[in-house]
């Protein structure tokens, strides 16, 4: 075979045409996808819910309401952390042309337009996406609602700690330690001054004295590793039976999981409520949740007692708080000993070890293989869009998962790859089987003189 060699640039043709472009056949998981919203009306869904953001006729061509959400929604299955990604992506890619409908001499959406439609767009508009994925859930039969688990995780914020300035003065925070330092008499502080200064200050990092200057909603923290950095605190309500998301919401980074597990569990019930107003999805999901589980960082009298009220059994792991007394607190005393005997029983032990495997693993795909867990976005509801409709990604890819066998393209990729490795293992063990049967003593080949003297040996004396 000829080496073909690189050939120099060129200008650019003026007219291209149309004929001679090359068409993408398409990725099978978008195709798939693509196929699943136009059969349930997704497009009309959402140009009728976002009719009242657009004018008639006036104004420059803007992104179909489709377009965006499907671009918000590839953010989670390439695993894309911002916008910006999201459109370089696109415009580089067939396969995702094709699934958001633009040919090739198009131009795809720039990272502008997706974030200027993101800002116009209202919260509650992204809550009726999120809302609509659960009622699709519920037609296949993907959403129960019954038993729920809840749990929390943090996100890294796009903000710097360096940044930081006093909620009081405005001071930055070299400043206000060059001015505590010199407070102390020195005079010249260097920076090895105001790092010992540092050290021995109490409550350096409280979030009552600093804050952010262009994301006041970023608290101060830790992460998941242990490392300390603004953050926000994100919150999953998880059907235990299915592992749908029924719910998710954005709290403060420093809010206390006793504080924003309530919330979770009415927007979940909420959530549900409507789905159960769709005909087709009432029948196959509870719209009042039965049962609950969380972990030791939700146990709190108050929430067992409101568990109790809105009759929801609690199945709450329960710190060692050593002996408590409870004189003058009958009702939460009962609450708390009837969580006690559930949790120990069979069926709170199974529910405890499917938490944390089911409510984890919807954190590890949306956060980690998702590209969600550090943001680049400012503003609690800013990110609760995005965090609204990445979650409904993760929803769909339930779907996927049940239709095609895997949730993900890179799933999907990973299937076919381990399919063609098992055709081609036994392709080479079924050939070396069949070179076995066949076994034929190999010929060798002898020098021409030895041949010749055989000749001679073997000619008659009559010379037939």
Same mark, same amino acid.
């Not at 580089?92 to 409908?101: M, T, V």
């Not at 952010?212 to 999953?236: F, S």
């Given at each position: ?18 004929? $001679? ?69 696109? $415009? ?92 102390? =008499? ?20 409280? %979030? ?130 009837? %969580?006690?005997?559930?949790?120990? =029983? ?35 509801? %800013? ?40 055709? $081609? ?40």
């Amino acid at each position: 075979m000829a080496m073909s060699k690189r050939k120099p640039e060129s200008p650019e043709t003026l007219w291209v045409e149309t004929a $001679a472009l090359r068409q993408s056949p398409g990725h099978p998981f978008y195709e798939k996808l693509n196929e699943i919203l136009q059969t349930h009306g997704f497009d009309a869904f959402v140009e009728n819910l976002c009719a009242n953001y657009y004018h008639e006729k006036m104004g420059r061509p803007s992104i179909a309401p489709g377009v965006y959400f499907r671009m918000l929604l590839i953010g989670y299955f390439e695993g894309i952390d911002s916008e910006r990604g999201i459109a370089w992506r696109v $415009a580089d890619s067939l396969g995702l042309r094709r699934f958001l409908g633009y040919e090739l001499s198009a131009s795809t959406p720039d990272h502008s337009s997706v974030s200027r439609t993101r800002r116009l767009m209202e919260i509650e508009t992204h809550q009726e996406v999120f809302g609509w994925v659960l009622a699709l859930l519920a037609k296949e039969n993907l959403l129960k609602g019954k038993t729920l688990g809840i749990d929390a995780t943090t996100l890294e914020a796009n903000a710097a700690l360096r940044s930081i300035v006093r909620r009081d003065t405005g001071e930055k925070y070299h400043e206000y330690l060059t001015r505590l330092a010199k407070a102390s =008499g020195i005079e010249t502080p260097t920076r090895a001054d105001l790092t010992k200064l540092d050290k021995k200050r109490p409550r350096k990092g409280s %979030n009552e004295d600093w804050e952010h200057p262009d994301d006041p909603d970023a608290k101060i923290g830790k992460m998941k590793d242990g490392r300390t950095h603004l953050l926000h605190k994100a919150e999953h309500a998880t059907d235990m039976e299915t592992g749908a998301v029924v719910a998710v919401t954005l709290a403060d980074g420093n809010e206390g999981d006793t504080e924003s597990g309530p919330w979770t569990l009415m927007r979940a019930q909420e959530n549900l409520k409507k789905v159960g107003e769709d005909e087709e999805a009432k029948q196959e999901i509870c719209e009042t949740v039965k049962e609950a589980v969380l972990d030791k960082g939700y146990h709190s009298n108050d929430v067992l007692v409101h568990l109790q009220e809105e009759h929801i059994r609690s199945y709450v792991s329960e710190p060692d708080r050593g002996r408590r007394q409870w004189e003058s607190k009958a009702i939460d005393q009962a609450a708390v000993y009837a %969580n006690r005997r559930r949790i120990h =029983g069979e069926h709170g032990k199974t529910l405890m070890r499917k938490r944390g495997e089911i409510v984890e693993r919807s954190f590890a795909h949306c956060y980690e293989t998702g590209g969600m867990r550090r943001l680049h976005l400012r503003q609690r509801g %800013n990110i609760l869009k995005r965090l609204l409709v990445h979650v409904a990604g993760f929803n769909l890819g339930l779907v996927m998962r049940d239709l095609i066998g895997r949730g993900t393209p890179r799933g999907l990729r990973a299937l076919l790859g381990r399919f063609f490795d098992f055709i $081609a293992r036994h392709l080479r063990a079924l050939c070396k089987r069949l070179t076995q049967f066949f076994a034929v003593t190999p010929i060798r080949l002898r020098n021409p003189a030895d041949a010749a003297t055989s000749a001679k040996m073997t000619t008659s004396a009559t010379g037939c």
